[in-house]
């Protein structure tokens, strides 16, 4: 498919283990967001790659989360020590561009379950 | 104050009804703007961007109201397939990209 691709689509994992979540976005998007979305919420912005370069991570929560994008394609997103609280939807989204008026494509995204 | 607020529901309507969701948006700088669709368990899909003459899509209709500092969507008739929540998308031009997300209104249409 030509869509955003994640993988898992669903993670369970014991508190204090890490994890790392993976995002295809569409070939040739330079763009690349991750966000979390919890229960009843909108999605939160976590961070943002203009191509291999990750130019905010403001959302990050905590120092526990990390992402990459080290080709400029393929995204990971990290999250060391899980704690409950980072039980959530996992979204990653990517744009042709980098202006904000282009929309943002989403993959399905990951369902983040912390024990 | 969040940046971009919408009213979370439910809209419980009866098909065929006319149904208007508002989001209003706090930083004056927003540019662009949005309306994704997201059905349970799904991801975020675009509905429509928001122009600041308006614009129309079918049964929607979305309009931007820059000195007020709100964008709204209007459904004709609807359609059962229209339940959903509609999440309310803001963007500032700067450097890049940034949009931030409202908390999206659910939308119940009743046969």
């Known amino acids: 498919g030509a869509g955003v691709s994640q993988s898992p689509r669903y993670k369970v994992a014991k508190r204090g283990q890490d994890v790392a979540l993976r995002c295809d976005p569409i070939?040739?998007?330079?763009?690349l967001f991750w966000y979390q979305q919890a229960l009843g919420q909108g999605p939160e912005f976590l961070t943002y790659?203009?191509?291999?370069?990750?130019?905010?991570k403001s959302g990050l929560p905590s120092d526990r989360f990390f992402a990459e994008r080290p080709e400029g394609s393929v995204s990971t997103l990290k999250i060391q020590r899980t704690q409950q609280e980072d039980s959530a939807v996992y979204l990653c989204a990517s744009s042709m561009g980098v202006n904000s008026n282009q929309p943002q494509h989403f993959g399905d995204g990951t369902r983040l379950s912390i024990l | 104050r969040k940046e971009v607020e919408q009213d979370p529901g439910p809209f419980n309507v009866p098909e065929g009804a006319t149904v208007a969701f508002n989001c209003t948006y706090s930083n004056s700088a927003s540019q662009s703007f949005f309306w994704y669709r997201q059905d349970c368990r799904k991801e975020p899909k675009l509905l429509m961007s928001?122009?600041?003459s308006g614009n129309e899509d079918g049964r929607f209709t979305a309009q931007l109201n820059r000195a007020s500092q709100y964008i709204s969507l209007l459904i004709r008739d609807s359609k059962l397939s229209d339940s959903a929540t509609y999440l309310c998308v803001g963007g500032v031009s700067g450097g890049y990209q940034k949009v931030t997300f409202g908390t999206g209104t659910k939308l119940q249409v009743i046969p």
């Open positions: 070939s040739g998007h330079v763009s």
């Open positions: 928001v122009y600041s």
């Open positions: 790659f203009q191509n291999e370069a990750q130019l905010d």
